[in-house]
Nanobody
Framework: QVQPVESGGGSVQAGGSLRLSCKAS????????MGWFRQAPGKKREGVAA????????YYDDSVKDRFTISHDNTKNTVYLQMNSLKPEDSARYYC?????????????????????WGQGTQVTVSS
């Protein structure tokens, strides 16, 4: 089973940028999904972005399209979330998660029930 570990959170002013990293260890799957989720205090967890490992396709929730970019470095087994034009409403704890192995052609999304391994999260705070 893939175990994700996040890093890279911090505080930034509105309009700024941050890059989150998620190192994936363990697992022997050739095709699986990794996703980023976030949860602000008092709010439900929401999906942010997902990427197919082994396939390369990406998925973004509408709230972050054109501002966030998810990518994967195969040599480092690390998924990145580049966050630009940050807004105060992006403030949350960001979690990285991984699914189990999947079949070729599977479309990765941010349906959280598909994800079986979760990291501890990293805090992102955007001030106005």
């Amino acid at each position: 089973q893939v175990q994700p570990v996040e890093s890279g959170g911090g505080s930034v002013q509105a309009g700024g940028s941050l890059r989150l990293s998620c190192k994936a260890s363990g697992g022997t799957y050739s095709r699986y999904c990794m996703g980023w989720f976030r949860q602000a205090p008092g709010k439900k967890r929401e999906g942010v972005a997902a990427i197919s490992i082994g396939g390369g396709s990406t998925y973004y929730d509408d709230s972050v399209k054109d501002r966030f970019t998810i990518s994967h470095d195969n040599t480092k087994n690390t998924v990145y979330l580049q966050m630009n034009s940050l807004k105060p409403e992006d403030s949350a704890r960001y979690y990285c998660a991984a699914t189990d192995g999947l079949w070729d052609g599977y479309i990765c999304t941010t349906n959280s029930y598909e994800y079986t391994s979760w990291g501890q999260g990293t805090q992102v705070t955007v001030s106005s």
